[in-house]
């Protein structure tokens, strides 16, 4: 497979003059250099790179690429055509599934994984790469079916009273060359603003969901922290190939405030410390994985549209204030029937439905986590039953129903009890720091 590096970038907002965004140095050395050192890891070994601005700077650097062990075709355009207008310039020249870089994000990703997720899906004109941030407020988002279709472009600016998914373009595809039928030539057109969007109408095209390292690096403060989190090591930690951690939490009783059989989107309230714990799991290596049985749905109480109306409310919530759940999986049955408008074909005995484990086990297969240094905190021993069956580490919380089902699970106890959330995670990542010292 061919990669295309969009390299186009000034670098105006970090204040550079005399190279190009691509080139900015960090820990050592350009940018480009260490997406390139990326692409040839997973044997991306044929590149163009696209560039415009000072773009002799690039070419200087790298030349034929045979330096660094790839080979480089340099496509230098002579006014901005913005992302899918660069890209439009190879048409002819590609006549395979390629791959696109944007040259301004630090990234380290299991990108055989995703070609093998895109490999899945040949009968559309592409997957593009998403994840959530702790910006999402001013990010492109997307919306995707259960299908992991993508059925919605929304560009920011974002209206003030949107409720969004968490679900942020990342700036990273693998395309057909259909796509470049829809590109006008010699005109400026961006992926994620005008050309997604249309292609929508007539084409599908996916998503893949990732929990690994990607960031843009656009502004001082965040170039600081993608630096750091690059020395750190953290960067590399979260490749999928390598066993990943989480926090996994239920949700009513752990984030949001308890309400009975919750279906009104208005009762939904985040519980006081919430996004101050959310926050600091986002800052560390776990990953923040939420775990509910939403009998709701198989009751007839709700509709799955109205359940991710109100997961959206929770992710926008989360968001506005910087902190992000990594994934969300429910379970929609319930195996007893005699509810008015209940869905018959969802009262079964199910493997997903706490206190059995089938959500953990999901997640730990999609994001490869290792259970037995993970944790579950929930306020039900029900929760801790799935955490046990798992082989995780288990916190009882004294918010919402604060374990007042004992009575079922006589023979279940927790590692630890906590008044809140809060007094939980700090819980975790204090012990975190001792293990790293």
């Not at 992991?148 to 373009?169: I, Q, W």
């Not at 961006?190 to 292609?199: L, R």
């Not at 776990?286 to 109205?306: E, W």
Request: charged share 25%.
């Amino acid at each position: 497979m061919k990669l295309v590096i969009i390299a186009g970038g000034k670098g105006t907002r970090l204040g550079l003059k005399e190279i190009p965004k691509p080139m900015v140095v960090i820990n050592g050395k350009p940018l480009l250099e260490h997406q390139i050192d990326l692409a040839k890891r997973y044997g991306l070994t044929e590149i163009y790179i696209l560039s415009g601005h000072l773009s002799s700077v690039i070419i200087d650097h790298f030349g034929d690429g045979a330096n660094f062990g790839v080979n480089i075709t340099h496509v230098v355009e002579d006014k901005p055509l913005s992302t899918a207008g660069a890209v439009k310039q190879l048409e002819g020249l590609i006549e395979d599934r390629f791959m696109v870089f944007y040259g301004d994000t630090i990234m380290d990703l299991d990108l055989t994984n995703f070609i093998g997720f895109d490999s899945e899906n040949m009968d559309s004109i592409g997957s593009i790469l998403v994840h959530p941030n702790d910006h999402p407020y001013d990010s492109d988002l997307i919306e995707i079916n259960a299908n992991e279709r993508v059925t919605a472009f929304l560009s920011k600016p974002h209206k003030e009273d949107l409720f969004y998914s968490n679900m942020v373009n990342a700036a990273l595809y693998i395309l057909s060359p259909k796509v470049f039928d829809y590109i006008t030539p010699n005109e400026a057109s961006d992926f994620g603003k005008h050309i997604f969007p249309q292609i929508l109408e007539t084409e599908n095209l996916y998503a893949y969901k990732t929990t690994e390292y990607i960031k843009d690096m656009g502004t001082p403060d965040r170039f600081a922290k993608v630096e750091n989190d690059l020395v750190s090591g953290k960067v590399a930690r979260l490749n999928r190939s390598k066993k990943q951690k989480a926090v996994f939490l239920d949700r009513d009783g752990v984030l949001n405030k308890e309400v009975d059989q919750l279906t009104n989107i208005e009762d939904f309230e985040l519980i006081d410390g919430t996004v101050r714990a959310i926050k600091s799991l986002n800052k560390s290596d776990y990953l923040v994985i939420v775990i509910t049985n939403q009998p709701v749905i198989a009751k007839g109480f709700i509709s799955t549209k109205q359940l991710n109306s109100i997961h959206k409310k929770m992710d926008t919530l989360l968001g506005n204030e910087g902190a992000f759940l990594d994934d969300l999986f429910y379970c929609p049955h319930h195996p007893e029937t005699g509810f008015e408008g209940e869905i018959t074909e969802l009262k079964i005995e199910c493997e997903c439905r706490k206190p059995r484990p089938g959500m953990l086990l999901k997640a730990a297969q999609q994001y490869n986590i290792d259970l037995e240094n993970s944790w579950f905190i929930g306020d039900r021993y029900t929760d801790i039953a799935a955490g046990k069956s798992a082989n995780t580490n288990t916190i009882l919380l004294k918010t919402g129903h604060a374990g007042n089902d004992k009575d079922r699970f006589d023979s279940i106890e927790s590692d630890f009890e906590f008044n809140n959330l809060l007094e939980a995670t700090d819980y975790i990542l204090i012990n975190e720091l001792k293990k790293v010292k």
